[in-house]
């Protein structure tokens, strides 16, 4: 494998001292429509390369496209939710540019009349209100696919050869620009990563977009420059390239600052380019120079109509919006009585949905949130997936903190059963009763056991008597075992003491 050299960086701390980052976000969005943006082709993901296409998405000659209805009621109601203006007249164009993944030779896109613009959306850190702006939120086609064979790296320099899976060519997509976000200081990166966290949000919310980011229907081009703390002229800015997942889009803020302040510090120029960022290492390598403007050739597109929305369709979808993910956080952090951070990590962790379901079914907010950010945010990462995809529901953890606070189980045999429900041996209570892991709460079987344990470490228990009750661990532990670990550990440690005649003062 290629070792990526890093470039010189400075110190965080030093850099954002001194320098001031400026960035802005593009966001593409694979909307979740049953056909592309303008066929009939299905989308489905995964299906076997080249079978889910027809003569418009691949371009043939005599072909005519036509616009998927579904595709800009979907991208209407995503400007309404980050507080768009809708344009009431709005164009397609053609971008024109060679890529082997666009079998037209150009992008069916919008340029100078887009759907959506001139919105925000707030996002919070640190108890901070941070108001994005949204410069343009605009409808096109996504490209096909480039699969390249051979080589270290898995890109085109150093390939054998390439090969190209036109599925995904067609597939309506969304791209949301931001406008320059300044002010931000050192929290640029957690920013960052907040605006693409609530913008995915709002995307399931709306329910247009399963926005998996390892799937690519979700992706960021991070866009960042940083200018002396004094100085009004902003830097020349970097473009990093399709960076796939919330971790990286914050780091990949934070590794261009550090890099382009040591280049600026150093008496250096930073060049305007595209960037590759690498997740193994964390740190962005030069992709191709923007130094120059590309001419796109932008022109309107013939074979389509103006979309003009009626003011009545947009009014009705502006009266049918979801509450929306900020709102219904406010709403539900206040009535389970957790903290800012501790519903900041349950959206970091994508758990926000599963403790409201789980509270729904019955659990306690506190519980609910304690198995999903706890027991259950460990074993998914882990397994390297997202916790929604681990196989267990919110009535399997509702039922689970029930037979907790019913005093069935204590927290060790929980998470045994959380071993057999991850494992598909069924229901929480089904796997109580088929491991036999209920707590042995019969008085008189406990006390048969503190019995036992006391009579076979005379030494230790003649130690609690004479006033070193620390000891008494030593014969709690003692019954555990022998109970397989199916005593209440504090109700065990008070009858031994109840039994010496020991008080727990």
């Known amino acids: ?65 036509v616009a ?22 709005c164009r397609f164009a053609r971008k024109n540019y060679f890529y082997p993944d666009m079998p ?11 759907l959506c613009t001139d919105g925000y959306l707030d996002v919070e850190v640190d108890d901070q209100v941070f108001r994005i702006g949204i410069e343009r939120v605009h409808l096109e086609e996504d490209t096909g696919k ?31 620009v931001t406008k320059p976000v300044v002010g931000t200081g050192q929290l640029a990166p957690a920013v960052a990563r907040a605006y693409v966290t609530e913008l995915r949000e709002v995307m399931r919310t709306l329910g247009v977009s399963d926005v998996r980011m390892e799937q690519g229907s979700l992706r960021c081009d991070v866009n960042l420059s940083v200018h002396r703390k004094g100085t009004t002229a902003w830097g020349t800015r970097s473009e990093t390239k399709n960076v796939n997942s919330l971790r990286s889009v914050e780091r990949a803020v934070r590794y261009e600052i550090q890099r382009q302040a040591a280049v600026l510090r150093a008496g250096g120029r930073v060049v305007q380019e595209t960037r590759h960022f690498h997740e193994d290492s964390g740190v962005t390598t030069p992709g191709r120079s923007k130094e120059q403007a590309e001419d796109y050739r932008y022109f309107p597109e013939p074979d389509l109509v103006p979309l003009a929305p009626d003011p009545q369709w947009v009014a009705s979808l502006r009266a049918a919006l979801p509450e929306l993910p900020l709102q219904r956080r406010r709403r539900l952090r206040e009535a389970w009585g957790l903290t800012a951070a501790e519903m900041q990590a349950a959206l970091n962790a994508g758990a926000v949905e599963l403790v409201a379901a789980t509270v729904a079914a019955g659990a306690s ?13 460990r074993r998914a990462n882990e397994a390297g997936v997202e916790l929604a995809a681990l196989p267990i529901t919110p009535e399997d953890v509702a039922e689970l903190a029930r037979l907790v606070s019913t005093g069935r189980l204590t927290d060790k045999l929980a998470r045994a ?42 030494d230790v228990a003649e130690k609690i008597r004479n006033g070193k009750v620390a000891a008494v ?10 109970t397989h670990g199916r005593a209440d550990a ?7 003491l109840e039994t010496l005649g020991v008080s727990d003062a």
């Open 1 to 65: 494998m290629t070792t990526i050299a890093p470039d010189e960086v400075l110190d965080f701390a030093e850099a954002v001292e001194e320098f001031e980052p400026v960035f802005g976000l593009e966001t593409h969005v694979e909307l979740a429509t049953r056909s592309k943006m303008f066929c009939g082709c299905p989308t489905t993901f995964g299906a076997e390369p080249n079978t889910q296409v027809c003569p418009v998405c691949l371009g043939l000659p005599g072909s005519l496209p």
């Open 68 to 89: 998927n209805r579904a595709a800009v009621e979907a991208t209407i109601r995503i400007g309404l939710a980050l507080n768009c203006t809708i344009a009431s007249w």
């Open 104 to 114: 037209k030779n150009f992008q069916i896109s919008q340029y100078d009349e887009p």
């Open 146 to 176: 480039s699969v390249h064979i051979g080589g270290a790296t898995g890109r085109i320099h150093g390939a054998d050869y390439s090969l190209v899976d036109y599925n995904r060519a067609g597939i309506p997509l969304v791209e949301i």
């Open 365 to 377: 907010p506190r519980d609910a949130y304690k198995w999903w950010l706890g027991e259950l945010a």
């Open 417 to 458: 059963v959380l071993d057999g429900v991850l494992a598909g041996e069924g229901r929480p209570e089904e796997i109580v009763a088929s491991r036999g892991l209920e707590v042995v709460s019969d008085d008189s079987a406990l006390r048969t056991a503190v019995d036992a344990a006391i009579a076979a470490q005379p």
């Open 473 to 482: 661990g030593v014969l709690v532990g003692a019954v555990m075992k022998a």
């Open 490 to 496: 504090a109700k065990v440690r008070a009858l031994i």
